[in-house]
């Protein structure tokens, strides 16, 4: 099984209604430990994507992302619209040209992704990020794909390990981000990028016709 632009699409109009019926949670969790905007804009990114996304005529899935990529970036502030922003850049350069996915170009993507992320925010797993959440996601979905999962398989065992993650991070101390001043007195709260970073993999799963 493979997946084309129907599926990019579907991915990011279902990570538009996500961040939407989210957002309430994304700010609260980022006022524990950050500036209690990551929610709000990040609502107010993707509603950017929605409008844009209605007069995109994409050929491929790259389309969609570079789309999306240079949306957030221009209009998501703090850290996670460049983060993201580069995330779904270098996720549509590593699939550029291709029409249809399979299980291996779903790697290559969710890698070229999470590499984007270290590369704009140099973070580590355990750094108390979004990477907490997109390199358990990367490891899974290349483990699956080595196994012989289809892409909906695939993408779903990136889904569970990336919520996993996320829920890891609640007892980590940060080191990265605005997070990272409140030292210890961060434990015990959910990183919001990392939260965030898990809804939208799991609507990559979702699209691709997880059961």
Known sequence: MTVGTDWATAWVRGTIDTVSEHRAELISLDREIGDADHGENLDRGFQAVATKLDTLTPETPADVLKMVASTLISTVGGASGPLLGTAYLKAAGSIAGKTE????????????????????????????????????????????????????????????AAEKGAADTEPLVARKGRASYLGERAIGHRDPGAQSSSLILREAAIAAGEK
Do not use: C, Q
């Not at 750094?127 to 080595?146: C, G, L, N, Q, S």
């Open 101 to 160: 996915l399979g299980s291996a170009d779903i790697v290559a993507l969710l890698t070229a992704a999470r590499d984007g992320v270290v590369l704009r925010g140099k973070a580590e797993p355990g750094d108390k990020t979004m990477i907490d959440a997109w390199t358990p996601a990367v490891e899974a979905a290349a483990a699956a794909e080595a196994a012989g999962a289809d892409v909906p398989a695939v993408l779903s065992a990136a889904a569970d």
